[in-house]
């Protein structure tokens, strides 16, 4: 066994060097931001207005100052969660029941419950497209982008995070605004949508700097394709090879050519290896694509989980087994090969225990991942390499558990010294107990904003970096 | 009659009432609550009992009056509240009172001999919520039976943890007592903020800011005062020592990197956070599937009863509640220093210190 990484010293040094992270801050284009917020604004308004004549309603959101006009047509707050509810049923929609969050679960809740979150809206816009529920989806991501993201309070144009090393089961770190009230969680910030991105695109790099992302490839894949003794995979893995594309065009009998990135059945493949590397059940699956706004049944998911199965019958015949076994026959206990330990409470001997399993075969791919950046951060902000670090001008701003933001001075020198720097700080060779060995390369974007990063070649040279650096558009 | 074992025995194990399997058994905690119960660790020669059932409450009591247990270990909310009424003001919910002092060292006023009344969750709320009985068992189940364990040797109760929290410093005593800190090796600290009411324009905006400091180098004695305990001038010396400490002696405290630590340096002291040590990071790498509250802490490492309700309704005009911020701030410390060396046992027996 090695000797473990993951300590107490280990933890206590990283949330050190994390208060001198979180004191930065991301750099924000305010007049940018401000555009954004009028736009949500009267998006808002729009959507409000569309739905009350769809329905003929005064369709308004939040607290209301005046009382409507005796004659007025019935109002609804449509984020009032009760009225919204009992307004649905009276319009004859049958509302879904929603399974418990995890938080809910966590507070002892397990029934599942009628609801209109947004899993439920999207439930029943597939049942019945019905085009007010679309816009209804569409004000709830609109509020969201802005009471977390848009809204949240700056410091002199800065957006600040507190990060919490032992905010996670798994170690990873979680982020949360400053107890001050400054700030909100940097880690999650909307990315796929339309919104999303224009909202990082106000996230802009200060004077002279430009953002280096830095991101483990395919990054928990690597400790699952070790924990299932899959080589052929870890091989596909080292040498490039796309192999979403590869299961895709497995499940839905295609052309490897054929699958292209952006396609439906490129998603799903995606999607559905993360759901049997953890053992997601198929109604769990239908509801994680719904909230992803796809509509895919129930019997849909089990056909795909079956067809990945399949494909790749070690998941779940190795890695799957050798959770179970650690679990059931060694005292409970899962260690990853850093060190990171995690006593299961609650497995029961000849109970199902789904709910653990989820947990468990989930957590040492996620500990692996997030404890390879943590150890990264800790060489880059206050190790071996942050001495280094500092000559270069660049600094670290966060993290996002498989990979890194810094910011760094804008000419190729400085960034090239700043991948040369993280590719060191990620190698590292991580050992499982079957003897197959990893080491999770890293990948790179620079941009000087966050919704304008562009993509450097692996290992790129400093020839490389300048023309990319060059390709790059200030803001 | 229900009960099984002998009276006379000193460890008992008291439940509310009995079921219907219990009744058609003619036993209480019959059945598979009695192979449950086998596999607890529970003394041998123990006595359980119900409450009520096929004798009174009243009988209950005239029972335990007379054989006097050192040990009850009490199952179910109804019969901690049973036993120990005190727990019960201000408490609502199904299992407010159980979700506060389980595994807490307990004394009932309905009984005049020394005793020990350990509260924890019963057999079919565990049954429920299995991750919930690996705590109760290995927590709560095991805390009764150690201090059973050092009666039947000792034939007395181990005393409650005496500690000293002084809080009613004159200025130089203060300053003494600070400039004493400054040779520890490690110092436990602790702040208590106050806040605007709820009601005021400002709550949602302000955090609030420090009105206590509280300190301890030892588990068994802390240290608090306010800031408004003195006046400005007789603050400054005071800062200043409070400023040595923060920037050269190692600190400890409870979820203290994210709370502590950032209102200190808002209050302008500079911190020697490489030194200093969080009680709630080490229990994250210890054991990541629980909760890391100080109460749950405190419930899991020490034998002080539940307290953290000592801790609320403070009102800054009222001298009483005042002092009793301070005690709490003061024991908060000294809670802390003990998780602290009872982790770091842990840590270096699992070789991840």
Redesign the interface.
Known sequence: MNAPLITSTYEHELQYAYSRIERRGILFNESALAELRTRIAERSSEILKDISTAWNIDAYMGARAKRAAKNAPPSLNVASTQKLMEFLRNAGIKLPKIPPTKAQKDRGMSEHRESVNELALRKIYAATSLPEIKLLLELRELKTISSRYVEATLVDSVYLSNYDVAGTKTGRRSAREIIFGYGGNAQNWPKHSELGEKYRACAIARPGMIFVNVDQKGAEEWPVNALARNESALAEQRAGVNRHRKLAAFIFMKNVEDILKSSIEYYLGKKSRHANNYGMQPPRMSDSLAAEGYAVSVEKCAEILRRVHEYDPSVRNVFHAYVQKCISENGRMLRTPLGRERLFFGFRQNSPNYDLWNDAYSWIPQSVVGDNTGLSVRELEIGRFANALRATGAYILGDSHDSVLFECPANAESVHKVLLLAAEAFNRDIIFDSGITINIPIEADIGYSLGALKTLPDGATLEQVCEKLSSCERT | MLSTGSAEYKFWVVVDKPDERDWAAGEICSGSVKYELSKWGLPFKRYTTPIRGDETPEAFLEKARKHEPAVILALGESTLRKLCPQVSSGTKGTNSALDKWAGSLLVSPLLQHPHYVVPTYDVPELWA???ER??AVSIDVARACEEFAWYSVHSTLKPLPAREFITNHTHAELLEELRALRNAALISVDIETIRTTKSTKIFK?H?GCIYTYGFAASPLRGISFAVNDFTVEELIPIYKELAYLFAHVPQVGQNY???D???IQ?AGFRMC??K???T???????????G?SLQFMTRQYTREPYYKDEGKGFMPRNEKLKHRLKRYNALDCCATLEIYIE?ERE?QE????
């Open positions: 919520n299995w991750a690996d705590l905006d955090p990197f994210n709370f630590a950032k209102f808002a956070l490489e200093c040590f969080d709630r990071i080490r229990h994250h790498i210890l054991w990541p599937s629980l890391h982790q840590l699992r070789g991840i210190a």
